[in-house]
Nanobody, 126 residues
Framework: QGQLVESGGGLVQPGGSLSLSCAAS????????VGWFRQAPGKEREGISC????????SYAASVKGRFTISRDNAKNTVYLQLNDLRPEDTAVYYC???????????????????WGQGTQVTVSS
């Protein structure tokens, strides 16, 4: 059974940076589309960045474009999300998710991903 484990969350001041990791076991992430999603209190889970499994193309939500960067290291079977210029509204639990289906990274919809991690808390506050 495949498993995803997120790490790297924490408390950071506005304008700060964090690097999140999503490490996989039982899955070869090279063959999976992988996405980062977040859920703030009282809000629905939303897709913020996804990377495809055919050409490594990426997509970003408008709210994070230019500040967050997704990447993958197939040798480490890990996908990363670099978070820069963090804002209080970025506070949420961040989840990574994976799915072997093709052509889902562009849309980055929650319902298209079937393997999920447990999440890591990111809090942006002064």
């Amino acid at each position: 059974q495949g498993q995803l484990v997120e790490s790297g969350g924490g408390l950071v001041q506005p304008g700060g940076s964090l690097s999140l990791s999503c490490a996989a076991s039982g899955l070869t992430l090279d063959y999976y589309a992988v996405g980062w999603f977040r859920q703030a209190p009282g809000k629905e889970r939303e897709g913020i960045s996804c990377i495809s499994n055919d050409d490594d193309s990426t997509s970003y939500a408008a709210s994070v474009k230019g500040r967050f960067t997704i990447s993958r290291d197939n040798a480490k079977n890990t996908v990363y999300l670099q978070l820069n210029d963090l804002r209080p509204e970025d506070t949420a639990v961040y989840y990574c998710a994976a799915d072997p289906a093709l052509y889902i990274a562009t849309s980055c919809f929650v319902y298209e991903y079937n393997y999920w991690g447990q999440g890591t808390q990111v809090t942006v506050s002064s």
